[in-house]
């Protein structure tokens, strides 16, 4: 992953303001030493403030990882200089933002997203701009995305992705998937991590005859990621059975998006999940799973990780908290919204992977963010296997684990 900074972290007041602001924290008092300091507020005149941006932002709830407190925040520049209640401010140069009655805490990052992607022969419809703009809303305020090699060429893709980013209007990083292997990706892999700062590489175990990567490939990648120290991730469903499953079910008449979850069941996600732990295992490298949509695959993770096995698990909310009960919709416009992989699975995965999640079992929430609009959808109308998969979430992804798993 490497990161691009354009903010450097951000809170937000929960249904009002957002403020761009950054994490350090320098010593309090070094702020009014030229007016004497002491007791006095911020932003105390110590020559008129100039270009200096001050920012405090009053009254809120701060929500930080280890606890939630009535409590001011005070910026300067970007930075967060102090946390605690009832700031002083010491002039007009510090813009004051009420934040009474709401929450402010840390921008989130979604370590998981496509924008503009191209895949099943579309794009998302979600560019760097428009995605970014919805994050913000949401109060995600970076995501991790993946570079698509072209030809397999991981400097081409790299080189795509950041022409794809110049309309950026927040932080963003870059995973980078491997789709073929030979010794010219092998060398790129290599100069990825040391000359480019991507060192998370993910490997699709599924999309047959695109994506799709073979256990010898993967064994190749996960060993080059251990000799470079980078992070293997796979996409874990068995892409070999998921094409006969859904060639199955066409044979059977089923044509519609229930077939997208019909053909590719959770034994399949459980069974790619175990293969890609093994084989990690085995090169004695750590491992991390994106989008664990299954309690086939989340059980998987669990064993592991009792075992010892440094292996990291990564839901995405569409898992979270929906059902596969969308995909029977008769209405195809609203059955096909909900058509990704591994498939949003039957109820009971989604409450067994929000206990994974609180437990530990699994680590970090994505959205695997890859949004197709109705027409594109529409390209599978009469075939689910030409259903362009992904659905939303980088905008909705911070409310809907509070809501579900903090509120409720
Ligand atoms: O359906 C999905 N998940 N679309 C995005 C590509 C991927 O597999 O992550
Ligand atoms: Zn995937
Ligand atoms: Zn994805």
Not at 190 to 215: P, Q, R, W
Not at 264 to 269: A, G
Request: charged fraction near 20%; glycine fraction near 12%; include cysteine.
């Amino acid at each position: 992953m490497v990161t691009h900074c354009r903010l450097r972290g951000l809170l937000l007041l929960l249904g009002a303001v957002a403020v761009a602001v950054a994490a350090s924290h320098p010593a309090n008092n070094e702020f009014c030493a030229a007016t004497g300091g002491g007791g006095a507020g911020y932003g105390c005149g110590s020559g008129g403030g100039g270009d200096v941006a001050r920012i405090l932002i009053k009254g809120g709830t701060v929500v930080n990882a280890h606890r939630a407190e009535e409590a001011d925040v005070y910026i300067e520049d970007g930075f967060v200089v102090a946390v605690r209640p009832n700031i002083p401010v010491g002039d007009d140069n510090v813009k004051v933002i009420d934040a009474t009655g709401k929450y402010v805490m840390p921008g989130g990052i979604d370590p998981h997203t496509h924008l503009e992607m191209e895949f099943m022969g579309t794009v998302t419809i979600d560019d760097f701009f428009s995605g970014h703009a919805a994050a913000l809303a949401g109060g995600t305020t970076m995501h991790i995305d993946f570079v698509i090699p072209v030809n397999g060429n991981l400097t081409a893709g790299l080189e795509s992705y950041k022409q794809k980013a110049e309309k950026s209007a927040m932080d963003y990083g870059f995973h980078m998937a491997i789709t073929k292997w030979n010794d010219d990706v092998s060398r790129e892999m290599e100069s990825m991590v040391k000359e480019h700062g991507i060192n998370s590489f993910k490997f699709f175990m599924a999309y047959k005859g695109s994506l799709m990567v073979t256990d010898d490939l993967l064994l190749q990648g996960l060993q080059k990621c251990k000799s470079l120290g980078a992070l293997a991730m796979v996409h874990a469903e068995n892409g070999d059975a998921v094409a006969e499953g859904q060639q199955r079910m066409i044979d059977l008449g089923i044509t519609g998006p229930e077939g997208h979850a019909l053909s590719r069941p959770p034994v399949l996600e459980g069974e790619a999940t175990a293969r890609a732990i093994r084989l990690a295992k085995f090169v004695n490298t750590p491992l991390y799973v994106v989008h664990v949509m299954s309690i086939d695959a989340m059980e998987e993770i669990a064993k592991a990780k009792r075992e010892g096995q440094r292996v990291i698990g990564e839901p995405v909310v569409s898992g979270l908290v929906l059902d596969d009960s969308w995909l029977w919709d008769p209405d195809f416009t609203i059955a096909s919204k909900y058509v990704m992989s591994p498939p949003i699975r039957e109820a009971g995965n989604n409450k067994a992977l929000q206990a994974a999640l609180s437990s530990g079992i699994l680590q970090l929430v994505g959205t695997d963010h890859c949004t197709f609009n109705s027409t594109q959808k529409a390209f599978g109308f009469d075939d689910f296997r030409k259903i362009p998969n992904g659905v939303n979430g980088i905008e909705e992804r911070m409310h809907i684990v509070w809501d579900s798993m903090v509120v409720s």
